[in-house]
């Protein structure tokens, strides 16, 4: 009697065809080769969007220099001894040359190295060694307030009359000692330092703080207060 065959014996595992071997092993030997073309066939799209990226930044940079040119001040510190109506009047001026309106900031005025406060003290220490408030002159103020294109701020003006010839003669001669710095910034809130009568104002990111500020003091002077 012949013997069954067992069903249930676990089948012998299929060997591997020696085609497949030789195909895996040239895949893997040309894989460097494809990854090489996949990155040149996408090298030109990558140096295409840097191209695009770049320009965007070239013309967004010349677009904002453009619109800060079209209202950038130019303002410029001055003196004279007389005006276009032959008046023989001293004045200390600021001066805005630019195409756009000047945010004046901070101003500071020095004599001989040492800041002055008020026109009153200007005075005191240049031209009188007393008490200048019975001087006439006028002052105007010359910070925090907008200058327009073209537009010059008187913010000393010192006449000459009989009366103060002596102090005036002196004040003429003296005014070219004085060192002027002033900050003013554009309506996109760009800052410039003007110094003395230079041609190009210093960029800054904002106005200083550490200044000894100028201030113009007509109300101290109308109510005789002492400024000391």
Sequence with gaps: MSEAPNRDAAPEPAMSAPGAVAI?????????????????????????????????????????????????????????????????????TLTNNGVGPAILGPMEIRYEGKPMATPIELLRTCCTGTDARALTFSTSPST?????PGETIEFVSFPRTPASEKVWQTFNRERWKLKVRACYCSIFNDCWITEGM????????????????????????IAGIDTK
């Design 24 to 92: 895996g092993t040239r895949l893997l030997r040309y894989l460097p080769l494809i990854t090489i073309a996949h990155f040149l066939i996408g090298l030109p799209a990558l140096i295409a969007s840097l191209a695009l990226a770049y320009f965007a930044f070239v013309q967004a940079d010349a677009t904002q220099k453009m619109q800060t040119g079209g209202v950038m001040p130019f303002v410029t510190f001055g003196t004279s001894n007389g005006d276009k109506d032959g008046n023989q009047d001293i004045a200390l």
């Design 144 to 148: 925090g307030i907008a200058a327009r």
């Design 198 to 221: 230079q041609g190009l104002p210093k960029a800054v990111n904002k106005c200083p703080a550490d200044w000894t500020l100028y201030r113009e003091d007509a109300g101290n002077r």
